[in-house]
């Protein structure tokens, strides 16, 4: 272990006295941006070994928990055009739209069930959600190393009240960069997802995993969400993120 | 015993029709009496009224000291049931029963089990001589057999009271005297009042008593 | 028991052919009783299923009737707290253009937000289409069917299939099969699932939905939900549980279940007249043997239970085949039926099978014991009162007595003076009814004695037309009262029935003309689907300025009519512009001033009303009638009532401006064209077609059409009542056999004795044929009689509870010139056998009989 190591080390034991929250506010503080673009490649192998892809542009505006975004969908041909627009809320439940260009028309996702598989992937809609660090008591459990990197190893629980397909879930955040690196979702002490980050890279100052791996352990299925042409903070128009905008095509 | 006390008889149609005019008559258990007198004289009625098979316009009818006119029909019914046994001239048996069946009709009209009806109804046959013809059916047999089951059937309950009408009327000479000794044969040996209409003075004859009609009167009551 | 063996069986056995007709007479009346209402119920139940199955984890369906409602409602309700999972649904039934699968039933739901409520049980390897919905929705062509369906018609993933939508015929993708039972097993297995954006766009529905269906709150539950939804939503809307849309039906299709109640009791009584024939005829056939068991003691008692024992096992052994034949004859109708009903009602059912309910089976076969007892009740009875005397007596008939006959006399004379007592006094259904049974009965109780009477008169006619032979026919009937009266009665009832039958039914269909002739007198009927009463397809409004500016078109008038609640019961929304309506067909309402009433009416200040919805729910001009639409609670005075036949609960016509403002809908069913004088009907027809072609489905229905399009369901909703008519008569045909074969059975030494005086063999047929020939007079005049009284309580049956419907008094003289002949024709030909019988039977045996 090297001497940046061993002081990453004792702020850790610090931050532990402190306060567990602070490490999970931490990370997001340091992915905080006023938008998001990159080019996203989608692979789901099942159980079965098929897999499936799909491919969209996304664009974000705004930062965390009052955020807008749009997901337009490339490929395959069957599904190109469609797009998806999501209004976060701080307070409640996101909006989302789904414009369909045959219907020339959009139709709002009445989303009852948030652990409802996101379009066939094995990310949960509850999964995708952005979550506020409020609705979850934490506990920092210790430290391991993972994938090479030493890493807090966190215990979060939803809160009374916030509801939650899970009962707990684990998480690991790299020490160096403030990066989760891998999430462990449980139901009744039951693993059910397993969320891997990897190909870590700085873009406009933000270390972003630019591969991420969803292990649904119960059906056994993966899908690998991979992050190409990412960029932070370039200018967009709110105007965009506007049902209006949906309709006109843009 | 049966006595008749000032019977009468009318029937009512477009023209009235006195068929018995105060008739008193009185026959004694075991009595074997032959009621004679032309057509119309009303020899069938005056048998109908003792058999309980028709009510008297006035008069009583009593059987064993019982008036039939108290009673209503079913317990005529009874009684009929109980004591009188009917051998008609045309026999009237049911084409579609078996002699053994045409014989144990009474007895299961009168709630008798299966096995001793049929007991008593082979042992009436025999009692006529006709144990041959058990599972026949009339159609089968000849007029004077087939009067032999209706005796046997009249029989069947051993009734004190035995009503005959015209028992050889429709039968030839030869039978009807077969049958005839039949019926004097049967009343030796049960002991049964027995009452035959009969035109056949040689029937007539036979028995102990002759009682003559002559328009619903009883014009002579003679005894041998 | 013993007795039922040895006398009974022998009989059975003996006279197969009449034991045979008896027990048919049974199982007629219980297959008919058992058939018709598992049918109905099978068409009940299968609508129920394809609710329940449909309706999956739904606890809470939130309708505003046919129209729907707007889109935005979805998100009022999903706001609603109580409300755990709220899902969007349409529903339309669409042929499938492929023979011999008929229609489909396309369920249409949001599916990114539908599986909470529904199981979408796919077949392995497809869940990916459930799970990733993305290119489904993507694709609007997208469709799933049932297993069931895709079998069927030879489909698998990927397959095209063509589906008539407002397009025109539209080909769809099958991207998902779904698995046998649950959810893909309603309808009969005839479903598919599309996007219920994709359904809005290719019904012509517009943004709207047909339903919500809701799941609550487990915390909070189904009963409280409802509540709150109700006060959130108003009254427009009905918050109910998916069982609630089977009494709709059952209360929409209640016509059908009362004809159906008639048609089976009407069978019942055909059943006990055929008991009571049969063992009138077996009582008289075997009156020497009753004679005989009297005079060996046999109470009365024990001969009425005798004959009592021989019904009650005809009835358990009819009865019990009666079922099974009534099973059979519910499979052969079911088919027929459900789809009889569904263009009848326009209602989402799909029946080929049948359910059989043991309740109804077992109450069949008690009925048809209880028909048979009743039918063998009286000729027990009469057994049971032979005179042993006169039984034994050889070639005697045992003669009405005159007091028994004034008994009934006067016994007939009380229940009519009860019977018009009942009709003027009350106007209760109860006074209604029991006037009708007792005006029967009171004709029943004098017929052997107008039988006789008739007969008196008719014996100089027949002696005029052969002297010996017609003499000797009148005197058989005159004779022998009672062997005769049965058969004249149930010819009576029989024609009686024919003429009510007939006189409702010339009734209707002259009423029915007179209201297509003024209603429906466009040329041209534009409509979404090829039969009028089909309701899955709507036009959008756009499409009424097109139509117009089509060359040789006068006018056109745009039609709505969603089927609406009224109180509880759904009844036909009428919605037209008035004002433009009563310039081509303008009718008189039946009270109160027309200008007024159409006036206020094309303001939008009233409604005028079908005169059976006034008859059926007691409205008068002046009433108000409440209509909960979704926008609003309509009130509105009743200003008039019309003869209409819309539909059988009713209709209301109402100004469209009335109702696109309170519905929001502003879609047409139908639009009414009318063409220029001179302009070629095909012509125009052809340009519309042309019009639209390949861009929407559009049908041009000419006036021709629709009216034989009505006229056919009318015909098919009488077809039954001539079935009827059929039997009854064959079953009075049937008594006219019997009773000659018993009459020659009586008067064989008669018939033997003319024959050895020199009789030749003619004049005895003659004789047989003149008797039977007379029956049918006799029977012919007392039955067209009864007729005229039967005709007065059908038409006011049809008024009063089945239809609401005023139909005119009419004596069908046609139908009664026709019957003339066909009963004396039908009784001369069932005279032919017992004639013949009589004359080849053997002299000698004859007049030896005895």
């Known amino acids: 272990m090297n001497k940046f190591g061993i002081v990453l080390a004792l702020s850790a034991g610090l931050i532990q006295a402190q306060d567990a929250r602070e490490i999970v506010t931490e990370v997001q503080r340091r992915a905080r941006a006023e938008s998001q673009r990159y080019e996203g490649s989608l692979r789901v192998i099942d159980s079965g070994g098929r897999v499936t892809d799909k491919s969209w542009q996304y664009d974000r ?172 903070n370039l200018p967009m128009q709110e105007e965009t993120f506007t049902l209006q905008a949906l309709r006109r095509g843009l | 015993m049966i006595e008749l006390a000032g019977v009468s008889k009318h029937f009512d149609g477009k023209r009235k029709v006195v068929a018995l005019d105060t008739v008193d008559l009185r026959v004694e258990r075991g009595e074997m009496v032959a009621i004679v007198g032309p057509s119309g004289s009303g020899k069938s009625t005056l048998l109908n009224l003792i058999g309980g098979l028709d009510r008297p316009t006035a008069g009583e009818v009593r059987i064993d000291g019982v008036s039939l006119a108290g009673l209503n029909d079913d317990s005529i019914s009874r009684v009929r049931r109980d004591k009188i046994g009917f051998i008609f001239q045309f026999f009237n048996l049911l084409p579609t029963l078996s002699c053994l069946e045409n014989v144990g009709l009474p007895l299961h009209l009168r709630g008798w089990s299966s096995q001793r009806v049929n007991e008593r109804s082979r042992e009436l046959l025999n009692l006529v001589q006709l144990s041959h013809r058990l599972e026949h059916l009339p159609e089968e047999l000849s007029g004077g057999e087939r009067q032999r089951v209706a005796i046997a059937r009249a029989l069947s309950i051993y009734p004190p009271i035995l009503l005959a009408d015209e028992p050889t009327g429709n039968l030839d000479t030869r039978t009807g005297a077969e049958i005839l000794a039949l019926i004097h044969d049967l009343h030796a040996r049960l002991g049964s009042t027995v009452l035959v209409v009969t035109h056949d003075m040689t029937v007539a004859a036979s028995c102990t008593r002759t009682v003559s009609l002559l328009d619903g009167r009883v014009a002579e009551d003679r005894r041998q | 028991m013993k007795l039922f063996r040895l006398l009974s069986w022998q009989y059975v056995r003996k006279h197969k052919l009449r034991s045979v007709l008896t027990l048919s007479g049974i199982t007629l009346g219980v297959a008919i009783f058992v058939g018709m209402h598992t049918v109905n119920q099978s068409v009940l139940s299968a609508f129920q299923h394809t609710v329940d199955r449909v309706a999956g984890a739904t606890e809470l369906e939130i309708s505003a009737g046919e129209p729907g409602f707007e889109e935005e409602v979805l998100e009022r309700v999903q706001a609603e707290p109580c409300v755990s999972a709220a899902a969007p649904i349409i529903e339309a039934i669409v042929d499938t253009g492929s023979p011999g699968q008929g229609s489909l039933l396309v369920l249409a739901v949001d599916m990114t937000g539908d599986r909470s409520l529904r199981e979408y049980d796919l077949e392995s390897g497809e869940s990916a289409i459930i799970d990733d919905p993305l290119v489904f929705l993507a694709q609007p062509d997208s469709i799933m069917v049932s297993r069931q369906f895709a079998q069927r018609n030879g489909l698998r993933i990927g397959s095209g299939l063509a589906l008539e939508t407002m397009e025109g015929p539209k080909r769809f993708t099958v991207r998902g099969i779904m698995r046998t039972g649950g959810l893909a097993s309603a309808y009969g297995g005839s479903l598919a699932v599309m996007d219920i954006y994709a359904a809005q766009l290719v019904f012509g529905r517009g943004r709207r939905f047909d339903r919500i269906d809701v799941g609550a709150d487990a915390g909070i539950g189904p009963e409280k939900c409802r509540e709150r939804l109700e006060a959130l939503l108003g009254p427009g809307f009905k918050v109910e549980p998916p069982s609630a849309r089977g009494q709709y039906f059952a209360s929409m299709s209640q016509a059908f279940a009362i004809s159906i109640s008639f048609a089976s009791v009407f069978a019942l009584l055909i059943g006990i007249f055929i008991i009571y024939n049969s063992f009138s005829i077996a009582v008289s056939h075997r009156r020497a043997e009753i004679g005989i068991l009297r005079s060996m003691g046999a109470t009365r008692g024990q001969i009425r239970n005798l004959f009592l024992a021989e019904s009650a096992v005809a009835g358990v052994i009819g009865s019990a085949i009666g079922v099974g034949a009534g099973i059979l004859l519910a499979r052969g109708m079911i088919t027929y039926t459900s789809t009889y009903l569904r263009d009848l009602y326009g209602t989402a059912q799909r029946a080929e099978t049948v359910t059989t309910d043991p309740p109804l089976m077992l109450c069949g076969w008690f009925m048809g014991l209880l028909a048979s007892l009743a039918g063998g009740w009286l000729p027990a009875r009469s057994a049971s009162r032979v005179d042993p005397v006169k039984a034994l007596q050889k070639g005697k008939y045992q003669l009405l007595s005159a007091g028994e006959n004034r008994a009934r006399r006067l016994a007939a004379f009380a229940l009519g003076c009860i019977s018009a007592a009942c009709l003027l006094l009350s106007s209760s259904p109860w006074a209604f009814y029991t006037g009708y049974v007792l005006a029967v009965l009171a004709a029943l109780l004098l017929s052997p004695a107008l039988a006789l009477w008739l007969a008196r008169a008719l014996r100089p006619v027949l002696r005029w037309l052969r002297p010996v032979e017609g003499a000797l026919a009148a005197d058989s009937l005159i004779q022998a009262p009672r062997r005769t009266s049965a058969t004249v009665a149930a010819l009576m009832l029989s024609l009686a029935l024919a003429v009510g039958f007939a006189g409702v039914a010339r009734a209707s269909y002259r009423s029915i003309h007179g209201w297509i002739d003024v209603a429906l007198n466009p040329d041209l009927f534009v409509t979404a689907s090829p039969r009028i009463t089909a309701r899955s397809f709507r036009f959008e409004p756009e499409v009424e300025t097109r139509l117009r500016a089509v060359a040789g078109v006068r006018e056109v008038q745009a039609v709505r009519t969603p089927r609406v609640l009224l109180g509880d019961t759904p009844v036909l929304l009428v919605a037209v512009d008035i004002g433009r309506l009563i310039r081509t067909s303008r009718r008189e309402p039946l009270e109160g001033d027309g200008d007024t009433a159409y006036r206020l009416a094309a303001e939008g200040k009233g409604a005028i009303i079908s005169d059976n919805l006034a008859l059926l729910r007691g409205l008068k001009k002046g009433d108000t009638i409440e209509l909960a639409a979704p926008l609003g609670v309509l009130r509105l005075p009743v200003l008039g009532s019309l003869v209409e036949y819309s539909d059988q609960q009713g209709s209301i016509l109402i100004d469209r401006s009335l109702y696109t403002r309170y519905w929001g809908d502003t879609s047409v069913n139908t639009f009414r064209v009318y063409l220029e004088p001179g302009a070629a009907e095909a012509a125009v027809r052809q340009s519309i077609l042309e019009g639209f072609a390949g861009e929407r489905r559009v049908f041009v229905l000419t006036n021709r059409e629709v009216r034989s399009y009505i006229l056919d369901l009318t015909d098919q909703w009488f077809g039954l009542t001539y079935v009827q008519l059929a039997v009854a008569v064959l079953v009075a045909i049937l008594g006219i056999v019997n009773t000659l074969t018993v009459s020659i059975i009586d008067r064989r030494r008669e018939l033997g004795v003319l024959q050895a005086v020199g009789a030749v063999r003619r004049q005895i047929r003659n004789t047989i044929w003149l008797e039977a020939v007379s029956i049918g007079v006799v029977g012919l005049l007392l039955g067209l009689a009864l007729g005229a009284l039967n005709l007065y309580f059908s038409v006011e049956m049809v008024r009063q509870d089945i239809a609401g419907i005023r139909l005119t008094y009419a004596y069908p003289w046609l139908t009664a010139a026709v019957l003339i002949p066909v009963i004396l024709g039908a009784a001369w030909l069932s005279a032919l056998g017992p004639a013949e019988s009589a004359v080849r039977g053997s002299l000698s045996e004859a007049l030896e009989y005895e």
């Not at chain 1, 190109?80 to 989302?96: C, E, F, I, T, W």
């Not at chain 1, 066939?120 to 190393?145: I, K």
């Not at chain 1, 403030?178 to 139901?187: K, P």
């Not at chain 1, 969320?195 to 299925?221: C, P, Q």
């Open chain 1, 61 to 232: 505006l705004g930062s965390h928990g009052n955020s807008k975004a749009i997901l337009r969908f490339t490929s395959p041909p069957e599904v190109r055009g469609v797009k998806l627009l999501v209004l976060n809320h701080p307070d409640r439940a996101s909006d989302q739209w789904m414009w369909t260009p045959a219907l020339a028309r959009e139709r709002r996702i009445a989303l009852q069930d948030r652990s409802t598989r996101f379009f066939g992937t094995d990310f949960s809609f509850e999964d995708l959600e952005e979550r506020d660090v409020e609705h979850y008591d934490y506990r920092l459990l210790g430290q391991e190393t993972l994938e090479g990197h030493l890493c807090w190893r966190l215990e979060a629980r939803p809160r009374k009240g916030k509801s939650s397909q899970y009962t707990r879930s684990l998480l690991w955040v790299r020490q160096d960069i403030y990066v989760f690196v891998q999430v462990e979702n449980f139901v009744d002490n039951q693993l059910a997802r397993r969320l891997k980050y990897g190909d870590f890279e700085r873009v406009a100052g933000i270390w972003t995993g630019r591969r991420l791996e969803m292990h649904d352990v119960r059906r056994n299925s993966r899908t690998i969400l991979t992050f190409d042409k990412l960029d932070y």
